[in-house]
């Protein structure tokens, strides 16, 4: 059963300019695991990532139903990449047992990306 769904689209020159001006951005944003992915990549690519990651993590909170704030903070969220390159997204905060569904996109403006959080019925 689905038990939320959050949509997140952000400008790819807006993340540009952040990690530009603001290179503690990627501290607040990323884990450490996504740092160690991050640091791996081209310049254009690396903004790609994190905008990418920033949508997600923010369409995760929206369909969690509490946005990033006090409840989920950017680092409770990981988003890795399976055998296949299809994005994976873990939450330590979640208290039960949830599929989480996550699809991320870029185009050369944006980044944007869906979260579906499922609930098995018992």
């Not at 695991?33 to 993590?57: D, H, P, T, W």
């Not at 006090?70 to 039960?96: A, H, R, W």
Request: proline share 2%; charged share 25%; glycine share 6%.
């Amino acid at each position: 059963m689905i038990i939320g769904n959050g949509i997140d689209i952000v400008e790819l020159e807006r993340i540009s300019k952040l990690l530009e001006r603001q290179p503690r951005f990627i501290m607040r944003i990323l884990t450490s695991n996504e740092q160690r992915s991050y640091a791996q990549l081209s310049k254009r690519r690396k903004v790609e990532y994190v905008g990418g990651r920033f949508a997600a993590k923010e369409a995760f909170a929206k369909a969690y139903g509490t946005g990033i704030g006090s409840e989920i903070s950017f680092q409770d969220i990981e988003i890795n990449n399976n055998e296949n390159g299809k994005p994976v997204l873990n939450c330590t905060k979640l208290k039960e047992a949830h599929q989480v569904h996550v699809s991320v996109s870029h185009s050369k403006h944006y980044a944007i990306a869906n979260v579906i959080i499922e609930t098995e019925v018992f």
